[in-house]
């Protein structure tokens, strides 16, 4: 008798688990969620002034069922001593007008990720994002790493992270 409602129980669990599982595997889609890395990152010292400019061009995708509406895209750099850097973005139009005439930074490939684009469901983009910081150029150089993070309009975060 003991044994028989071991066993029930043991059947009872392995359905439950069964179940509990189908139900996340099948809802995975509706997880809204960037996936992405940083490709490459230019920075520029402004002269006579403490502050560079951080140009970040990035590959984010899309995994999910629903689309991801930015809200916001914000730059942070982790200095290699010291406290995470806040920093100013820079707008779309600011950008291609900085590309048009810094030729120093090289060619702008990407269009900047800006608030209310889209990234469809299931879609990979090639975007670029840009940033003023308050530190020297030597310490973007030297830094641990740069993020990105990108907020979603209904409040979900995505973040990329530079790999060094």
């Not at 996936?35 to 984010?60: E, M, N």
């Not at 120093?104 to 299931?122: E, F, K, M, T």
Request: hydrophobic share 45%; charged share 25%.
């Amino acid at each position: 008798m003991a044994s028989r409602t071991l066993v029930l129980m043991a059947v009872g669990l392995a359905v439950v688990g069964a179940l509990i599982f189908l139900l996340f595997g099948v809802t995975t889609g509706a997880h809204l969620r960037l996936d992405g890395k940083i490709l490459k990152v230019r920075v520029y010292r402004q002269p006579g002034s403490g502050s560079s400019l951080v140009f970040a061009d990035f590959r984010a995708g899309n995994p999910s069922d629903v689309p991801f509406v930015v809200e916001s895209v914000k730059l942070r750099l982790e200095p290699a001593t010291g406290d995470p850097e806040e920093s100013n973005a820079i707008s779309k139009l600011d950008t291609e007008n900085v590309f048009r005439y810094l030729k120093i930074l090289g060619p702008q490939y990407n269009d900047v990720l800006a608030a209310r684009d889209r990234i469809g469901p299931h879609e990979t983009l090639d975007r670029m994002a840009g940033a003023r910081f308050e530190v020297p150029e030597a310490i973007v150089n030297a830094r641990k790493s740069l993020r990105i993070e990108i907020t979603d309009v209904d409040g979900a975060v995505a973040e990329i992270r530079e790999s060094r």
